[in-house]
C-alpha cells in the first residue's frame, strides 16, 4: 500500500532488509525523494527536509540533510547537507543508536562518510570511515576508525583536538589528529602521534612521538609542550620530555625537558620564541610530507630547545637529565629540579651518575656525583664533587651481596618478598673532592688535585707547595721567601705580590660588566625576535603595521649597539685576564723551580713501598726539566777540578821554604820557594810582597818594632775568602773545600762521611735505574694511551655495528615468526579469501603481520604477506599449484560432499531395498516355476498313460 504524505512516498513493506541492501548496494538509482522503509512492526521513521535519503529500519531520523542512506534503527542524522555531492555518493550509516551531526566544512564532491555500527556518535564531521561501537569524535575528517570502544571509554574519549586525518585499528583504541593508531588498546592523544602495539599509549601533548612495541607509556605535560619523543620496545616510559627516544626494555625517560615546555600558548608571540615552532605547527596542518628544509627545521628546533636524551638498552632511568646519552643495561642518570645533569653519555653496565655535567663513562659500576668534565673509563670507580678528571684503568673490586625486596601487587598484607644478588663492590673509592687528576691504571688514585698516577695500583699523595731540596746548603728550603732570596730576585717578587691583587680585581670587575653586557645582548635579541614575528605575522592595518616596523627598526638598532658593547666589554676583559695571569706566571716562575706548584707525579706507592724505575729519559735542558744518570756522572766530573787535601803543602828544607799545592788531577795549581838567607837581606828592603799573579792573595805587611834579631818583623796574610764558583781565583782553606764536597747531614743516598765523588757515583747508580724506569714508563704509557684509543675507537665502532646487527637480526627474526604465523582456512567455493593476522617475538623485538589468501579453486592458491615492526618491513607472496590426476570431487566443500554423500547413501540404500524386494520376488517365482514344474510332470505322466 502506498500512501502520499507531505511530498514524500512511504512504503509499508515486508521484505527484509538485507533484500533491500543488496538492492540499494546492487545499483539501485532512486529518485531525489527519500525512500523510507518500515518494518510492520516497528515504529516509523522520520525524514524531514532532507533530499535523495533511504532510510531502512525503526526509529531512525533524518533531518535537514542531503544524500543519506540509513540502515538500523534509532539513529539519527541532523544538519548532513551538501549542495555539491555526486549523485552517487551518499552517507552511510548501518547499525543502531548512532547520531551524525552537522558537518564544519564542505566536503568533496566525491567524499562521503561511512558508519557501521552502534551508539556512535559524530559532531561536525566532514568524510571518513567508522567500523566499530562507541565511537565519537568531533571534526571527524579524512580519517579512519576500525574497532570498538566500551560505553564507559566513550563518555571519557578525548575530544579536546580534532580527529582530522587520523587512523585507528583496534579495539579500545584511541588517536587525535594526524595520528596512526594500531592495536588493541593503543591509544595516542599527542597530534601527529603513531602508537603501533598492544596498550601502548601516548598521552596529550605527547606530540609528534612514536611508539613501536607493548606496554610502552609516554607521557605529555599538561601545562606546556612535551614533544617529538619515541619508545621502541616492551614497558618503556617516556615522561614529560621532550625529543627523548628509548630503544629496548623497562627503559624510563622523565623529566627530561627543554625549553619546549616553556611554549604554553602557541597564539601569543611574546611567548613563542622562534619561527621554526611556528612553521612546523603550520606544517602539521598542510599535509605536505617530508621535506629536507621540514627535517632541518624539527632538527634545530629540538636541538635547541628539547631534553634531547636516549637511552639505548635495557632497565636504564634518566631523571632530569639533558643532551645526554645511555647505552647498555641497569645505567642511571639522574639530576635534579633545580640541577638538572646536562651533556652526559654513559655506555655500560650499572653505571651510576648523580647531579654530574660534561661527564663521559664506559665501563661497569662506575659511581659520579656531583661531578664535572670528567672522563672514566674502567669499572667501579667511585667519584664525587671533583671535575676535569681523567681515569683509566678499572679499580680493585671483591665480591658482595645486597638485600633487596619485592613488593607483590597482590593486595596481600605482608606480600613482600626479599632477595639477595651477588654485586661487585670497590675495595676502595677515590678521594673526595679531587679535580684535575690523571689516574691511568688498575686501582690508581690521586689524593690532591692535579695529581698523577701512573702504573698498577699507583697513588699520588704528594701536594702542590712542597719545598724543594737545595745542594748548595744542604737541606731543604726553609720557606719562600727563602727560595726568592736564594734566586737573588726578592725586589721582583715583591711587586708581583704587590700588584697581583690589583689585578685580579681588576679582571674581576671587566668580567662582571662583561657577563651584564651579554645578558643585555641576548634580552635585545630576544625583543628583536619577537617584535620580527609581529611585524611579519600580525594581520594588522597600513598605520599598524608601519608602526610595527618602526619598534622592529628600533629594536635591531638596540640589539646592535648591544653587540657592539658587548665586544668592548669581551675585549677588555681578555685583557685584563691576560695581565692578572701574566703576573700569576711571573710569580711562580721564580719559585717553581725549588717549590712544586702543582701535585706530584706518582708512579708507585710509598705507603705499600711500590716503586718504579723511570728509563729512557733524555738528558733535560731547564731547570725544571728531569736530569739523567749522565747528567749527574758529568756533574761529579766537574766537581772534581777542586784542589786536593794536603798535610804538606808549606815545607822547609835546607834553608828553603816552600809551598806546593795541586788540584784534583794532581797538576800543580800552586808552586814556588824562597831562600831564608835571601829573605833575611831582603827584609829591611821590603815592606810588601805581592802574589806571583800581581793580586792581594798573599800580602806581607810590616809590623811594628823589631824582633830578637833585631829585624823587622811583618805580617804575612793570606786572602782566604775565596769560593769553589767559577772564575774566582781567591785561595780556599781546607774548611771551606771540606765543607763544599761534603753535606750537613746523611741522606738516602749521599753520605757526609763520604767525598763528593763518592756521593755523586752513589746518585750516578740511583740517576741510571731511575732514568731507565722512567724511560720504560714513558714507553708503557705512550704504548697503552695508542692501544686505548685503538681499542675504545675500535669497541665503539664494534658496539655500534653489533647493536645495529642484533637489533635488525631480533627485528627480522621477529617478522619472520609473525608471518610464519599466518595459515590459510580450509577450501571452501563458497569463501575462496582468507584473510589472517600473526604476532611474532624474537628476543627484544616484537613485529605484527598479516596476510591474505585466495583460492580459486582446490588445487591452487595465491598468498602474500607482510609484517611490519622496527622498521625492518618483510614481504612475502606466493602461489600453491597442485599438480596429479585428482579427483572429481577436488573442487567440492566440505558441505557439498556431506551433500553427495547424503545422496548417495540414500540411493544406495534404495538400491538395497530393491534388491531385497528382487530376491523375495525371484523366491516367490522360484517356488511358482516349481510348482507348475510339478503340474507340468503330472501332466505329462497323465498324457504318458
Given at each position: 500500500?502506498?500512501?502520499?504524505?507531505?511530498?514524500?512516498?512511504?512504503?509499508?513493506?515486508?521484505?527484509?532488509?538485507?533484500?533491500?541492501?543488496?538492492?540499494?548496494?546492487?545499483?539501485?538509482?532512486?529518485?531525489?525523494?527519500?525512500?523510507?522503509?518500515?518494518?510492520?512492526?516497528?515504529?516509523?521513521?522520520?525524514?524531514?527536509?532532507?533530499?535523495?535519503?533511504?532510510?531502512?529500519?525503526?526509529?531512525?531520523?533524518?533531518?535537514?540533510?542531503?544524500?543519506?542512506?540509513?540502515?538500523?534503527?534509532?539513529?539519527?542524522?541532523?544538519?548532513?547537507?551538501?549542495?555539491?555531492?555526486?549523485?552517487?555518493?551518499?552517507?552511510?550509516?548501518?547499525?543502531?543508536?548512532?547520531?551524525?551531526?552537522?558537518?564544519?566544512?564542505?566536503?568533496?564532491?566525491?567524499?562521503?562518510?561511512?558508519?557501521?555500527?552502534?551508539?556512535?556518535?559524530?559532531?561536525?564531521?566532514?568524510?571518513?570511515?567508522?567500523?566499530?561501537?562507541?565511537?565519537?569524535?568531533?571534526?571527524?575528517?579524512?580519517?579512519?576508525?576500525?574497532?570498538?570502544?566500551?560505553?564507559?571509554?566513550?563518555?571519557?574519549?578525548?575530544?579536546?583536538?580534532?580527529?582530522?586525518?587520523?587512523?585507528?585499528?583496534?579495539?579500545?583504541?584511541?588517536?587525535?589528529?594526524?595520528?596512526?593508531?594500531?592495536?588493541?588498546?593503543?591509544?595516542?592523544?599527542?597530534?601527529?602521534?603513531?602508537?603501533?602495539?598492544?596498550?601502548?599509549?601516548?598521552?596529550?601533548?605527547?606530540?609528534?612521538?612514536?611508539?613501536?612495541?607493548?606496554?610502552?607509556?609516554?607521557?605529555?605535560?599538561?601545562?606546556?609542550?612535551?614533544?617529538?619523543?619515541?619508545?621502541?620496545?616492551?614497558?618503556?616510559?617516556?615522561?614529560?620530555?621532550?625529543?627523548?627516544?628509548?630503544?629496548?626494555?623497562?627503559?624510563?625517560?622523565?623529566?627530561?625537558?627543554?625549553?619546549?615546555?616553556?611554549?604554553?600558548?602557541?597564539?601569543?608571540?611574546?611567548?613563542?620564541?622562534?619561527?621554526?615552532?611556528?612553521?612546523?605547527?603550520?606544517?602539521?596542518?598542510?599535509?605536505?610530507?617530508?621535506?629536507?628544509?621540514?627535517?632541518?627545521?624539527?632538527?634545530?628546533?629540538?636541538s635547541l630547545y628539547g631534553g634531547s636524551v636516549s637511552a639505548m638498552g635495557n632497565s636504564n632511568k634518566l631523571d632530569y637529565a639533558r643532551r645526554s646519552s645511555i647505552i647498555g643495561s641497569d645505567n642511571i642518570l639522574k639530576g635534579t629540579e633545580n640541577a638538572v645533569s646536562d651533556y652526559n653519555t654513559i655506555a655500560g653496565?650499572?653505571?651510576?651518575?648523580?647531579?654530574?655535567?660534561?661527564?663521559?663513562?664506559?665501563?661497569?659500576?662506575?659511581?659520579?656525583?656531583?661531578?664535572?668534565?670528567?672522563?672514566?673509563?674502567?669499572?667501579?670507580?667511585?667519584?664525587?664533587?671533583?671535575?676535569?678528571?681523567?681515569?683509566?684503568?678499572?679499580?680493585?673490586?671483591?665480591?658482595?651481596?645486597?638485600?633487596?625486596?619485592?613488593?607483590?601487587?597482590?593486595?596481600?598484607?605482608?606480600?613482600?618478598?626479599?632477595?639477595?644478588?651477588?654485586?661487585?663492590?670497590?675495595?676502595?673509592t677515590h678521594t673526595e673532592n679531587i679535580s684535575n687528576a690523571v689516574m691511568i691504571g688498575y686501582n690508581t688514585d690521586v689524593q690532591h688535585d692535579g695529581g698523577v698516577a701512573l702504573g698498577s695500583n699507583a697513588v699520588a699523595s704528594v701536594d702542590k707547595g712542597v719545598l724543594g731540596y737545595n745542594p748548595t746548603i744542604g737541606?731543604?728550603?726553609?720557606?719562600?721567601?727563602?727560595?726568592?732570596?736564594?734566586?737573588?730576585?726578592?725586589?721582583?717578587?715583591?711587586?708581583?705580590?704587590?700588584?697581583?691583587?690589583?689585578?685580579?680585581?681588576?679582571?674581576?670587575?671587566?668580567?662582571?660588566?662583561?657577563?651584564?653586557?651579554?645578558?643585555?645582548?641576548?634580552?635585545?635579541?630576544?625583543?628583536?625576535?619577537?617584535?620580527?614575528?609581529?611585524?611579519?605575522?600580525?594581520?594588522?592595518?597600513?598605520?599598524?603595521?608601519?608602526?610595527?616596523?618602526?619598534?622592529?627598526?628600533?629594536?635591531?638598532?638596540?640589539?646592535?649597539?648591544?653587540?657592539?658593547?658587548?665586544?668592548?666589554?669581551?675585549?677588555?676583559?681578555?685583557?685584563?685576564?691576560?695581565?692578572?695571569?701574566?703576573?700569576?706566571?711571573?710569580?711562580?716562575?721564580?719559585?717553581?723551580?725549588?717549590?712544586?706548584?702543582?701535585?706530584?707525579?706518582?708512579?708507585?706507592?710509598?705507603?705499600?713501598?711500590?716503586?718504579?724505575?723511570?728509563?729512557?729519559?733524555?738528558?733535560g735542558t731547564n731547570d725544571t726539566d728531569a736530569v739523567n744518570v749522565a747528567q749527574l756522572k758529568a756533574a761529579v766530573d766537574a766537581a772534581g777540578t777542586g784542589l786536593q787535601e794536603s798535610n804538606n803543602a808549606l815545607s822547609y828544607k835546607d834553608n828553603k821554604l816552600s809551598l806546593a799545592i795541586k788540584d784534583s788531577n794532581?797538576?800543580?795549581?800552586?808552586?814556588?820557594?824562597?831562600?831564608?838567607?835571601?829573605?833575611?837581606?831582603?827584609?829591611?828592603?821590603?815592606?810588601?810582597?805581592?802574589?806571583?799573579?800581581?793580586?792581594?792573595?798573599?800580602?806581607?805587611?810590616?809590623?811594628?818594632?823589631?824582633?830578637?834579631?833585631?829585624?823587622?818583623?811583618?805580617?804575612?796574610?793570606?786572602?782566604?775568602?775565596?769560593?769553589?764558583?767559577?772564575?774566582?781565583?781567591?785561595?780556599?782553606?781546607?774548611?771551606?773545600?771540606?765543607?763544599?764536597?761534603?753535606?750537613?747531614?746523611?741522606?738516602?743516598?749521599?753520605?757526609?762521611?763520604?767525598?763528593?765523588?763518592?756521593?755523586?757515583?752513589?746518585?750516578?747508580?740511583?740517576?741510571?735505574?731511575?732514568?731507565?724506569?722512567?724511560?720504560?714508563?714513558?714507553?708503557?704509557?705512550?704504548?697503552?694511551?695508542?692501544?686505548?684509543?685503538?681499542?675504545?675507537?675500535?669497541?665503539?665502532?664494534?658496539?655500534?655495528?653489533?647493536?645495529?646487527?642484533?637489533?635488525?637480526?631480533?627485528?627480522?627474526?621477529?617478522?619472520?615468526?609473525?608471518?610464519?604465523?599466518?595459515?590459510?582456512?580450509?577450501?571452501?567455493?563458497?569463501?575462496?579469501?582468507?584473510?589472517?593476522?600473526?604476532?611474532?617475538?624474537?628476543?627484544?623485538?616484537?613485529?605484527?603481520?598479516?596476510?591474505?589468501?585466495?583460492?580459486?579453486?582446490?588445487?591452487?592458491?595465491?598468498?602474500?604477506?607482510?609484517?611490519?615492526?622496527?622498521?625492518?618491513?618483510?614481504?612475502?607472496?606466493?602461489?600453491?599449484?597442485?599438480?596429479?590426476?585428482?579427483?572429481?570431487?577436488?573442487?567440492?566443500?566440505?558441505?557439498?560432499?556431506?551433500?553427495?554423500?547424503?545422496?548417495?547413501?540414500?540411493?544406495?540404500?534404495?538400491?538395497?531395498?530393491?534388491?531385497?524386494?528382487?530376491?523375495?520376488?525371484?523366491?516367490?517365482?522360484?517356488?511358482?516355476?516349481?510348482?507348475?514344474?510339478?503340474?507340468?510332470?503330472?501332466?505329462?505322466?497323465?498324457?504318458?498313460?
Amino acid at each position: 500500500m502506498k500512501i502520499k504524505k507531505n511530498g514524500r512516498h512511504v512504503i509499508k513493506t515486508s521484505l527484509s532488509s538485507a533484500v533491500l541492501l543488496s538492492l540499494l548496494l546492487g545499483g539501485q538509482v532512486f529518485a531525489a525523494d527519500p525512500l523510507v522503509i518500515n518494518n510492520d512492526t516497528g515504529t516509523a521513521n522520520t525524514v524531514s527536509e532532507s533530499d535523495n535519503s533511504t532510510v531502512i529500519g525503526d526509529g531512525n531520523t533524518v533531518t535537514n540533510s542531503k544524500s543519506q542512506t540509513v540502515v538500523g534503527n534509532n539513529n539519527k542524522v541532523t544538519n548532513r547537507t551538501h549542495k555539491d555531492r555526486d549523485e552517487n555518493i551518499t552517507d552511510l550509516t548501518i547499525g543502531n543508536g548512532n547520531i551524525i551531526n552537522r558537518t564544519t566544512s564542505w566536503p568533496k564532491a566525491w567524499e562521503s562518510l561511512t558508519v557501521i555500527g552502534n551508539n556512535n556518535t559524530f559532531i561536525a564531521p566532514t568524510n571518513g570511515i567508522v567500523i566499530g561501537d562507541n565511537q565519537t569524535k568531533s571534526d571527524f575528517n579524512d580519517s579512519i576508525i576500525i574497532g570498538s570502544l566500551t560505553p564507559e571509554e566513550k563518555k571519557t574519549v578525548y575530544n579536546a583536538v580534532r580527529g582530522l586525518s587520523m587512523t585507528v585499528v583496534g579495539n579500545y583504541a584511541q588517536g587525535v589528529s594526524g595520528s596512526t593508531v594500531v592495536g588493541n588498546r593503543a591509544i595516542s592523544l599527542g597530534v601527529y602521534g603513531t602508537v603501533t602495539g598492544f596498550n601502548s599509549v601516548s598521552t596529550q601533548n605527547a606530540n609528534w612521538s612514536t611508539i613501536y612495541g607493548v606496554d610502552n607509556k609516554i607521557t605529555g605535560l599538561d601545562s606546556g609542550l612535551t614533544m617529538e619523543n619515541g619508545a621502541f620496545g616492551t614497558m618503556n616510559k617516556v615522561d614529560i620530555s621532550s625529543n627523548s627516544m628509548v630503544w629496548g626494555t623497562g627503559n624510563w625517560v622523565t623529566n627530561s625537558y627543554g625549553s619546549m615546555v616553556d611554549i604554553e600558548n602557541i597564539d601569543s608571540f611574546d611567548i613563542v620564541r622562534d619561527f621554526r615552532f611556528l612553521e612546523f605547527m603550520e606544517h602539521g596542518s598542510t599535509n605536505d610530507g617530508y621535506s629536507d628544509h621540514m627535517s632541518e627545521i624539527f632538527s634545530d628546533f629540538a636541538s635547541l630547545y628539547g631534553g634531547s636524551v636516549s637511552a639505548m638498552g635495557n632497565s636504564n632511568k634518566l631523571d632530569y637529565a639533558r643532551r645526554s646519552s645511555i647505552i647498555g643495561s641497569d645505567n642511571i642518570l639522574k639530576g635534579t629540579e633545580n640541577a638538572v645533569s646536562d651533556y652526559n653519555t654513559i655506555a655500560g653496565y650499572k653505571n651510576t651518575g648523580t647531579n654530574v655535567n660534561h661527564v663521559s663513562v664506559m665501563g661497569t659500576g662506575n659511581k659520579l656525583s656531583d661531578e664535572t668534565t670528567d672522563v672514566v673509563i674502567g669499572d667501579y670507580h667511585t667519584l664525587s664533587g671533583g671535575s676535569n678528571n681523567i681515569i683509566l684503568g678499572a679499580m680493585e673490586a671483591r665480591d658482595g651481596v645486597t638485600t633487596q625486596l619485592f613488593t607483590l601487587e597482590t593486595g596481600i598484607p605482608g606480600a613482600s618478598v626479599p632477595y639477595a644478588t651477588k654485586v661487585k663492590i670497590p675495595v676502595k673509592t677515590h678521594t673526595e673532592n679531587i679535580s684535575n687528576a690523571v689516574m691511568i691504571g688498575y686501582n690508581t688514585d690521586v689524593q690532591h688535585d692535579g695529581g698523577v698516577a701512573l702504573g698498577s695500583n699507583a697513588v699520588a699523595s704528594v701536594d702542590k707547595g712542597v719545598l724543594g731540596y737545595n745542594p748548595t746548603i744542604g737541606k731543604v728550603f726553609e720557606s719562600e721567601g727563602a727560595i726568592v732570596a736564594f734566586v737573588g730576585k726578592e725586589d721582583w717578587f715583591a711587586e708581583l705580590n704587590s700588584s697581583i691583587p690589583d689585578l685580579e680585581l681588576a679582571f674581576s670587575t671587566v668580567k662582571t660588566d662583561y657577563e651584564g653586557k651579554f645578558n643585555d645582548y641576548l634580552t635585545k635579541s630576544e625583543e628583536y625576535t619577537q617584535l620580527v614575528q609581529y611585524y611579519h605575522l600580525a594581520e594588522a592595518g597600513p598605520d599598524e603595521q608601519a608602526l610595527y616596523k618602526q619598534q622592529m627598526d628600533a629594536a635591531k638598532t638596540a640589539l646592535d649597539e648591544a653587540e657592539t658593547a658587548m665586544k668592548t666589554s669581551e675585549t677588555v676583559m681578555n685583557t685584563a685576564n691576560t695581565a692578572y695571569t701574566s703576573a700569576v706566571s711571573e710569580k711562580n716562575k721564580i719559585t717553581s723551580t725549588w717549590q712544586s706548584n702543582a701535585a706530584a707525579v706518582s708512579v708507585g706507592d710509598s705507603e705499600a713501598g711500590i716503586t718504579r724505575q723511570i728509563t729512557n729519559v733524555a738528558a733535560g735542558t731547564n731547570d725544571t726539566d728531569a736530569v739523567n744518570v749522565a747528567q749527574l756522572k758529568a756533574a761529579v766530573d766537574a766537581a772534581g777540578t777542586g784542589l786536593q787535601e794536603s798535610n804538606n803543602a808549606l815545607s822547609y828544607k835546607d834553608n828553603k821554604l816552600s809551598l806546593a799545592i795541586k788540584d784534583s788531577n794532581g797538576k800543580d795549581f800552586i808552586t814556588g820557594s824562597v831562600e831564608i838567607s835571601d829573605l833575611a837581606n831582603s827584609i829591611n828592603t821590603r815592606n810588601s810582597v805581592a802574589n806571583f799573579d800581581g793580586d792581594n792573595t798573599i800580602t806581607i805587611e810590616k809590623a811594628e818594632g823589631v824582633n830578637e834579631f833585631n829585624g823587622v818583623e811583618y805580617q804575612l796574610k793570606v786572602n782566604t775568602d775565596g769560593k769553589v764558583v767559577a772564575d774566582n781565583k781567591g785561595v780556599v782553606n781546607g774548611g771551606t773545600v771540606y765543607n763544599e764536597t761534603r753535606v750537613a747531614k746523611d741522606g738516602t743516598y749521599v753520605k757526609q762521611s763520604k767525598s763528593a765523588g763518592e756521593n755523586l757515583t752513589a746518585l750516578d747508580s740511583q740517576v741510571a735505574a731511575n732514568t731507565t724506569q722512567i724511560t720504560q714508563n714513558s714507553n708503557n704509557i705512550t704504548s697503552i694511551s695508542n692501544e686505548v684509543s685503538n681499542i675504545t675507537n675500535n669497541v665503539t665502532s664494534l658496539n655500534s655495528q653489533v647493536n645495529k646487527l642484533d637489533n635488525r637480526i631480533n627485528r627480522v627474526g621477529a617478522g619472520a615468526a609473525a608471518l610464519a604465523a599466518l595459515h590459510p582456512q580450509d577450501y571452501d567455493p563458497t569463501a575462496k579469501w582468507d584473510f589472517a593476522a600473526g604476532y611474532g617475538n624474537y628476543k627484544s623485538a616484537n613485529a605484527v603481520a598479516i596476510g591474505a589468501f585466495y583460492r580459486p579453486t582446490n588445487d591452487l592458491l595465491f598468498s602474500v604477506g607482510t609484517s611490519m615492526g622496527g622498521g625492518e618491513n618483510m614481504f612475502n607472496a606466493g602461489v600453491s599449484i597442485k599438480f596429479g590426476k585428482g579427483s572429481e570431487y577436488s573442487n567440492y566443500s566440505k558441505t557439498d560432499l556431506v551433500s553427495v554423500i547424503s545422496s548417495q547413501q540414500a540411493e544406495i540404500s534404495a538400491v538395497k531395498a530393491d534388491n531385497e524386494a528382487s530376491k523375495a520376488d525371484n523366491e516367490a517365482k522360484t517356488k511358482r516355476i516349481e510348482a507348475l514344474e510339478k503340474q507340468m510332470q503330472e501332466i505329462l505322466s497323465q498324457i504318458n498313460r
